[in-house]
């Protein structure tokens, strides 16, 4: 079974922090990985993508990937309490035409004033 | 620019009930479309997914099945529901071909009473 591994949480930060997320995968056959925030009762929102080795930074979001160890990270700097979700791994796997994505549980995060 | 519809967004139906969700793509051509389920305080589940019409993939044995009548048309069904059915049902859609992210519609709550 293919997975995908987070913490759970919850991870609490205070505000003006950095807060990190990480996640491990099991399918060497994994190509990309996204990031996705949910809030309570909402569908998820992406809000990275990354595909190679190393770092990619988007505002406030730093994603970094190393596929030698099967590690995925997410880091949000100078955390807001609008920050405070459900942050969800995901890796895909490119299946015919279209990629098989597999998702994380999720880790909760809290962003203490 | 692309959107996802996905309705209804409740459902309250009783064990034994037939079930149909339906899922709508606009501004593109060809999209993959997914079916996820998320059950309470859990993390997605992938249980369907198509790369193009007629052509579905099941990832999850049970009681639901999908079908795909129209490029950006997607329709989660079930002729007699389980308790074990309730959940947030989250239809998206990925650019066809490649891998990329995917993007989610509002998503459906149903509760089996």
């Known amino acids: 079974q293919k997975e995908v591994e987070q913490n759970s949480g919850p991870l609490s930060v205070p505000e003006g922090a950095i807060a990190s997320l990480n996640c491990t995968y099991s399918?060497?056959?994994?190509?990309?990985f996204f990031w996705y925030r949910q809030y309570s009762g909402k569908s998820p929102e992406l809000i990275m993508s990354i595909y190679s080795n190393g770092d990619k930074e988007d505002g406030r979001f730093t994603a970094q990937l190393n596929k030698a160890s099967q590690y995925v990270s997410l880091l949000i700097r100078d955390s807001q309490p609008s920050d405070s979700a459900t942050y969800l791994c995901?890796?895909?796997?490119?299946?015919?035409?279209?990629?098989?994505?597999?998702f994380g549980s999720g880790t909760r995060l809290s962003i203490r004033p | 620019s692309q959107t996802i519809h996905q309705w209804p967004a409740t459902l309250v139906q009783p064990v034994g009930s037939p079930l149909s969700l339906e899922c709508t793509v606009e501004?593109?051509?060809?999209?993959?479309l997914y079916w996820y389920r998320q059950a309470a305080g859990r993390g997605l589940q992938l249980l369907f997914y198509?790369?193009?019409?007629?052509?579905i993939s099941s990832e999850v044995p049970q009681n639901l099945s999908a079908s795909r009548p129209q490029d950006r048309q997607f329709i989660l069904s079930s002729k007699k529901l389980l308790l074990s059915d309730s959940g947030f049902y989250l239809c998206?859609?990925?650019?066809?071909?490649?891998?990329?992210?995917?993007?989610f519609g509002n998503g459906t709550r149903l509760t089996v009473t």
């Open positions: 501004g593109t051509s060809n999209p993959n």
């Open positions: 399918d060497r056959g994994s190509q990309s």
């Open positions: 998206a859609w990925s650019v066809g071909g490649e891998v990329s992210p995917l993007h």
């Open positions: 995901a890796g895909g796997t490119p299946y015919s035409s279209a990629s098989k994505i597999i």
């Open positions: 198509s790369v193009g019409i007629g052509q």
